[in-house]
């Protein structure tokens, strides 16, 4: 009986490489006073109406020199804030978008103090979602094209800038700021791994048997299987030994003259 045989590999994808970064300074500013609204602990978004009256608005910056993931290599990258209760003289906590920014100009917190001028934004990056009963846990935003540009050096990096989607329909949220170990604002990178290339088998035939080979190089962990059909079941197929560089194991053809193989990394 001839066998018919197919070749079969599963792919695996490695475990990513993930850097959490925090900010180097990172700070609010409000309308009102022109200036920082002096509660280091917390970064506060506002927005008061026309005009802005008393809205806020929020810088943050992280400092990318010493990222080891290259810019072409970077997957994801998340800015990660905490949302806390705002500050009981502004309200109870209002949900709403964020509009994530990119900040055009250096900025310091003191020295000349922190103005309301001193938010130059551009190039929108993301909306950062705040839903309602959101106090006391995490919210993302994806801003790997801003990342991206960073770490490659196509941009000047002076952080995010951050303030309400629509400063004509109230918000009020407020974030944990740097102050606040482990609850300071983040920025999770992951870099991108490309599928892990699985060894090649080679197959050959005589009479009702098979005879299966694979590289013993960049072969560990995985077994091989076999089965009458492509949805199975499998069987692992025991006994292969090396020779010359290769893990070698022949096998009889099944009942049915049609035999399917793979290596499988459970």
Known sequence: MRAAILM??????????????GPTKDSDIYSYTDRATGTITTLGINS????SPHSQRALIQFNLAGLAIPAAEIGTAKLRLF??????????????NIQILRQTAAWTITNPTLRWNHFVAADPVGLLAVPAGSSGSWVEVEVK?????????????YGFALQAESETTALNVTFASMEVTGY????????????????????TSSGASVHVRWPVSGSTGWVLET????????????GAVQSSGNWEVS???????????????P
């Open 251 to 265: 096998a009889a053809a099944n009942a049915s003259g049609r035999g399917f193989f793979r290596l499988s990394k």
């Open 8 to 21: 079969l590999a599963c792919s695996l994808t490695a475990a990513a490489e993930t850097v959490t970064l």
């Open 227 to 238: 089965a009458g059909s492509p949805s199975g079941p499998w069987t692992q197929v025991n």
């Open 48 to 51: 008061s109406g026309v005009g």
């Open 184 to 203: 300071g604002p983040q920025l999770v990178i992951t870099r991108a791994e490309a599928p892990v290339v699985p060894p090649v088998l080679a197959l």
């Open 145 to 157: 094209p801003l990342v991206v540009a960073w770490a490659a050096g196509s941009v000047a990096n």
């Open 83 to 96: 949302v806390v209760p705002p500050d009981p003289s502004f309200g109870d906590l209002v949900p709403g």
